[in-house]
């Protein structure tokens, strides 16, 4: 089997063969291209930026095809409608967009600035739907936001559709919401706005009433192979021996019985969300279809849903298999031919050493950071950076050209993804510290400031996920119930500190909309049969638009939502004017003490020192350390301008962050 060009393992003997495979492909090709710039009175100008883009495309592209499909009796044809099926999107891109392609192209890293800060809502819990989703721009430029992901807004199967992620249509929009023009002009906002429109594209799977599953289950064998179907256990047994359960209180194993069509269907999710079956070349190309429309709706950023089971093999975990990768590499490769100015941002929630493996300029630009958010709360809960800090010293750094999205709250739950052997290499003990920050989290150990409820508990595997908002988790619920006045002080404290790492440690920062207002959990969900089974509805709480009276009512002064409105408002603005936080570069300093994190941010000449203390006592740095880190004897707190030097020890405040600058 002829490898992935991409990962350099072929012989050279290999490569000239693919080489001239590919480029009489093309030339056969060629005809059909015609046609079709033809067919759209496509420019001559036009045509020849698409030609110029194939030329460095295609031998790669078809190398990953090739990999994933020579074995098709009918590879050939398929290869045809891929190509096709790209060329025609790219006659269809609007003006505009293909003016802003220009610029990406030109400037492939522009997501890296100091000022891109992201910001994700659900349409309806935020703004009922997409036109009044376009009279808050204002709000959005006010907090400072660059980046907007509306999470999945697409038409769903009625009842429980998994917070939007069961889509039966990807070209309508859920009708409660709005339409594709709704969409189209939001977009346009934005833009005008200088704030990115990001919206997800759920390529696992589809709803069970999918057109495509609909005629499934009609008999269509030709759509019954869009999905993985089988007529007995028999199969799905031997499957099963390697399989997780995502959703093990929902429904055991990974396969649902279908009655209409008395079959087995994959369904790693929900039973409703039909996993498609890639290894069927006209998945992928229909599935190419599907994320070019949305590409041309207007979209900066596609989040790529679980990218991690897209693919399967008998005898594997089927999580994170290269042909996964290549699946999305070939994605990439069409996308830069055909709208190149969408960058793919990974939801891989995987073990560390996977979640690497998506981000590559060729194949995920930008990744969640799973691990970082992990361990933010990790080191929350311990009051210590130990763990921390062992991982980021190994795993923070990615590849030239791509950069992390670093959040603290999604829409979600927490899994503990740190590594086994980082912890051990501490003296951790990886099962018993996940089951401690368990009872921590849910708020059941001794003395935990935290009102998180358990997610997906496997009594079999002792597996536990916590779902809860950041400030119910942080120890703001639990404060104002016990009106605990130095437990608010505390709890802001540490949602604050945590902003403050994810807005400086290199990426992409992404508040999950009401952390800034500290939305605590909403337990109203349970009322509602379709979400009652499903703990992550309690992070998903309504925006209440009367907390915006507050802002400027100054007779309301103690209210902590405006403290922590203003605070990460202030925060924002200040990362935006500081270069030294731009791209990924982030080398960490010892600190000399377990319950501080110390690093230093730097770029082209610029650097700042971030020196931040997880816990609720003071805490001594060493001045001589801060001195030789930031190689200087001055320095100024950028947030509050308060200055230090280092002739004395550098006294931390209970969960004090500093980001300082030499003076
Ligand atoms: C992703 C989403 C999650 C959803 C799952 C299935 O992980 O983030 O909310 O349940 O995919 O689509
Ligand atoms: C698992 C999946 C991830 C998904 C999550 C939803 O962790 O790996 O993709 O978001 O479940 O709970």
Not at 34 to 50: G, L, P, T
Not at 513 to 529: H, I, K, Q, V
């Amino acid at each position: 089997m002829i490898g992935l060009i991409d990962y350099g393992t072929e012989t050279q003997a290999e490569l000239d063969e693919l080489s001239f495979q590919a480029d009489l492909s093309l030339q056969r090709l060629k005809p059909r291209l015609e046609q079709v710039w033809e067919q759209y009175a496509i420019s001559d100008e036009r045509q020849k930026i698409f030609e110029s883009r194939l030329q460095e495309q295609w031998r790669p592209l078809f190398a990953q095809l090739h990999e994933l499909y020579s074995g098709r009796y009918d590879f050939f044809y398929h290869l045809e409608q891929v190509l096709l099926t790209c060329a025609l999107a790219f006659a269809e891109r609007s003006d505009d967009l293909c003016e802003i392609d220009r610029h990406r192209v030109i400037e492939p890293d522009w997501f890296q600035s100091q000022n891109v800060i992201g910001g994700a809502l659900y349409v309806d819990l935020f703004s009922d739907n997409l036109s009044r989703l376009r009279e808050h721009v204002g709000y959005f430029k006010d907090l400072g936001l660059t980046y907007l992901h509306l999470m999945p807004l697409f038409a769903v199967r009625p009842g429980n559709n998994d917070g939007g992620y069961a889509i039966s249509n990807y070209r309508t929009i859920a009708p409660s919401l709005g339409t594709v023009e709704d969409l189209k002009l939001l977009a346009d906002d934005l833009r005008e706005a200088g704030i990115s429109l990001v919206l997800d594209f759920v390529f696992n799977h589809t709803s069970d009433d999918h057109e495509w599953a609909q005629r499934a289950q009609a008999g269509q064998r030709e759509y019954r192979e869009f999905y993985y179907t089988f007529a007995d256990r028999t199969v799905p047994e031997q499957y099963e021996r390697n399989l997780r359960e995502i959703f093990p209180t929902v429904r055991r194993g990974n396969f649902t019985w279908h009655d209409g069509m008395g079959r087995w269907v994959w369904t790693t999710f929900n039973s409703f969300q039909w996993d498609l079956n890639y290894s069927n070349p006209a998945v992928f190309r229909a599935m190419l279809d599907e994320m070019l429309f949305i590409a041309n709706l207007g979209v900066d950023f596609l989040r790529l849903d679980a990218v991690a089971f897209i693919w399967k093999q008998m005898g594997t975990s089927c999580e994170n298999l290269p042909q996964a990768h290549s699946v999305i590499r070939a994605f990439n490769r069409l996308v830069r031919l055909a709208a190149p100015a969408l960058v793919f941002k990974s939801e891989a929630i995987v073990h560390p050493d996977e979640v690497v493996k998506y981000i590559d300029k060729n194949e995920c630009q930008v990744s969640y950071n799973p691990t970082l958010m992990a361990l933010l709360w990790e080191s929350l809960a311990t009051r210590r950076t130990d763990l921390l800090v062992r991982t980021l010293s190994r795993r923070f750094s990615l590849p030239a050209g791509t950069s992390w999205v670093n959040y603290l709250r999604c829409h979600d739950d927490i899994g503990w993804t740190f590594d086994d052997d980082d912890a051990a290499s501490i003296g951790i003990n990886a099962y018993d510290h996940r089951n401690f920050l368990n009872q921590f989290y849910s708020g059941q150990f001794e003395g935990s400031f935290a009102r998180g409820v358990p997610f997906q508990h496997n009594h079999e595997t002792g597996d536990m996920r916590i779902s809860g908002t950041m400030a119910s988790l942080a120890g703001l619920e639990r404060a104002i119930e016990q009106e605990d006045e130095e437990g608010k002080e505390l709890a802001i404290r540490r949602m604050m500190l945590l902003h403050g790492v994810t807005l400086s440690i290199g990426g992409i920062p992404l508040l999950y909309m009401g952390e800034e207002w500290g939305m605590l959990n909403d337990y109203s969900f349970t009322a509602d049969p379709a979400k009652a089974g499903d703990s992550r509805w309690i992070h998903r709480p309504r925006m209440k638009w009367e907390y915006l009276e507050e802002l400027d009512d100054e007779s309301g002064r103690d209210s902590i939502r405006r403290r922590i409105f203003r605070s990460l408002q202030s925060m924002i603005a200040i990362r935006k004017r500081t270069l030294a936080f731009a791209g990924q570069e982030m080398s960490l300093f010892p600190t000399g003490n377990h319950h501080l994190l110390g690093y230093v941010r730097s770029n082209e000449a610029s650097n700042v020192v971030v020196v931040a203390n997880f816990t609720e006592h003071a805490q001594v740095l060493d001045a001589n350390r801060l001195r030789t880190a930031g190689l200087g004897r001055f320095f100024k707190n950028l947030l509050n301008d308060v200055e230090y030097g280092t002739a004395e020890p550098v006294l931390l405040q209970p969960y004090e962050l500093l980001w300082l600058k030499r003076i």
